[in-house]
């Protein structure tokens, strides 16, 4: 036996009496709202000889946490946090909870929302304490038409049609209703009745913002969006993911290029900027969580989230570069096997934390181009951080093949998110790859010029990831 919520968009009045309740009942502050009514609208007013005529239609549709059969949210979550009962009941164990936002990524619906009072997760949990005293959650309680209601399935999932209701966990997104995800594969325990006028996925065509779509001739959107999204989302809010990233894929890079490159042993210069890059980045990581109380737990579920996978591969990484700087600086002939492991296991970690963005929810992020980007910008910042390190020699024959790798990176990375990137980056990109030249092939290319080189294409990737974060609020 399985609970699913069943909703009539035909006879809801849009009076939001269920999200109100959901509200008071679970205290939640402004910004969080586990159930939403959307208002949807559309048409347009057409001349007909000398008259008017309209086909503008509007409908409402409640949706909260669909306690899906699948819940990619449980599946990503680092800490195992993600309780599914047997009766379906999917809900946030928040004793364990570190609030990295990684399950709201996840989700195709936005069910999980981030508590900035509490300081992790939270979502519909289907009311269980009233379920398991005989009462029913409190948005169908308070639903004064009725059109908000709960049924068991049964253990076959055999729910059928019944009055007119579809069980949208049977069919494929593509056929839900707009504004529901059209690419999602969770099966959501959720049954609408359509309003005669519903606009279904298969039938819309969704544009950039994803809150319009165009039906036939006539475009269809949310009209309460400010309502759903109350609270301002910016890509401000990631500026810790952002700088984890870049020094985290710094340090790998920089790790590569100096085992490549640098003389052997590796001397204490390039190996501590190597370790306070991931050292910094991973304490930007550790900012970002809303509890970090429990961030002992983040290796927790290793067989399903790449987001543990990242964290146990940074810190492989992390044991491997101390190994290398102890066996480097103490012993007077290091062995070559330790550098490689650390090499290889910097390979794990970066495709570890592309992977983190390979969701299904986020179409954006959930390319090649994610894991092309991030291995360029670790080869990019890397050899530029090592660079004046290798320049006090003055190998001119070697600058100018590290001169041609750096603009071959550079366009490398330019031609994979250019049609992401505004104005002002463009000219970032140019102007790295203009002084690069100027560098290396015009005879100046000493430490001191290739520092201005990594300041502004470390600022032109600071801003490329900005962007690439500020994408996710559009999918």
């Not at 080869?379 to 024959?397: E, F, K, Y």
Request: overall charge positive; some cysteine.
């Amino acid at each position: 036996m399985t609970y699913a919520f069943t909703f009539d968009a035909s006879s809801c009045s849009g009076c939001k009496a269920c999200q109100a309740a959901c509200k008071d009942k679970n205290n939640l502050p402004v910004g969080v709202l586990w159930r939403r009514v959307y208002e949807v609208s559309g048409g347009e007013w057409e001349k007909q000889g000398s008259a008017w005529t309209n086909t503008v239609f509007a409908y409402n549709l409640s949706i909260a946490c669909n306690h899906c059969e699948h819940p990619k949210c449980a599946g990503v979550c680092p800490v195992d946090a993600y309780v599914i009962r047997p009766d379906g009941i999917v809900y946030i164990d928040e004793t364990k909870c570190v609030g990295c936002g990684y399950c709201a990524w996840a989700c195709p619906y936005g069910a999980p929302q981030y508590n900035h009072e509490l300081g992790h997760m939270t979502k519909c949990n289907f009311c269980f304490d009233n379920i398991d005293s005989g009462n029913p959650p409190a948005c169908v309680a308070a639903c004064p038409l009725r059109v908000l209601n709960y049924v068991e399935i049964p253990k076959s999932g055999d729910f059928g049609v019944q009055d007119g209701y579809i069980p949208l966990w049977t069919k494929p997104a593509s056929e839900h209703p707009f504004p529901m995800s059209p690419i999602s594969r969770t099966e959501p325990h959720l049954a609408v009745k359509p309003h005669k006028a519903m606009v279904f996925n298969d039938d819309a065509q969704r544009l950039p913002s994803l809150e319009i779509a165009k039906s036939g001739d006539f475009a269809v959107q949310i009209g309460n969006v400010e309502e759903i999204r109350p609270r301002k989302e910016s890509a401000w809010d990631e500026i810790p993911l952002v700088i984890f990233t870049l020094l985290a894929q710094l340090s790998v890079g920089a790790f590569w290029f100096a085992l490549l490159f640098l003389p052997k042993p590796l001397t204490l210069l390039p190996l501590s900027i190597i370790g306070l890059s991931l050292g910094l980045g991973m304490s930007f990581s550790f900012a970002h969580l809303g509890t970090k109380k429990n961030a002992w737990r983040v290796l927790t579920h290793l067989r399903k989230s790449w987001l543990s996978r990242e964290i146990l591969s940074a810190s492989l990484f992390g044991a491997g570069w101390l190994a290398v700087t102890v066996e480097n600086l103490f012993f007077p002939r290091p062995t070559l096997y330790l550098s490689l492991l650390t090499a290889l296991l910097g390979l794990f970690f970066i495709h570890s934390m592309a992977n983190v963005y390979r969701i299904p929810a986020k179409p954006a992020w959930n390319t090649w181009r994610t894991n092309a980007a991030f291995f360029i910008s670790a080869l990019l910042l890397g050899m530029l951080a090592m660079l004046p390190i290798l320049l006090v020699d003055g190998n001119q024959t070697q600058s100018k093949f590290i001169g041609v790798a750096i603009v071959a990176l550079i366009v490398g990375q330019w031609s994979i998110t250019g049609k992401r990137q505004k104005l002002w980056q463009n000219i970032l990109n140019f102007t790295a790859i203009l002084s690069t030249l100027i560098i290396f092939f015009g005879g100046i290319g000493t430490w001191q010029s290739s520092i201005s080189v990594f300041a502004i294409v470390f600022v032109g990737e600071l801003l490329t990831r900005m962007r690439f974060y500020a994408m996710e609020q559009k999918t």
